[in-house]
């Protein structure tokens, strides 16, 4: 029988390290996290990360479709 010499377990994480919270949504456009719940993800429960991982593929990171460009800007 063999003794792993060293093991690592690691919390399970949507992050795919494009991390950039849009501006309107605040929502990294990466994994689709608040940032709240990217700093709070290494204190929470297993329990509240799986429930907040079922929710992303729900959430729209970023809007659809170009938001306009220097026109958009100078209408706002």
């Given amino acids: ?17 494009i991390c950039v919270v849009h501006p309107e949504t605040r929502l990294c456009t990466g994994c689709a996290r608040s940032i709240d719940e990217i700093t709070q993800w290494s204190k929470m429960s297993a329990e509240a990360r799986s429930q907040i991982m079922a929710e992303l593929p729900l959430r729209e990171a970023a809007p659809k479709g170009r938001r306009g460009g220097r026109a958009a800007r100078l209408k706002r």
Avoid: A, G, Y
């Fill in 1 to 17: 029988m063999t003794v792993p010499v060293w093991t690592r377990k690691e919390i399970e994480s949507p992050c795919i390290q």
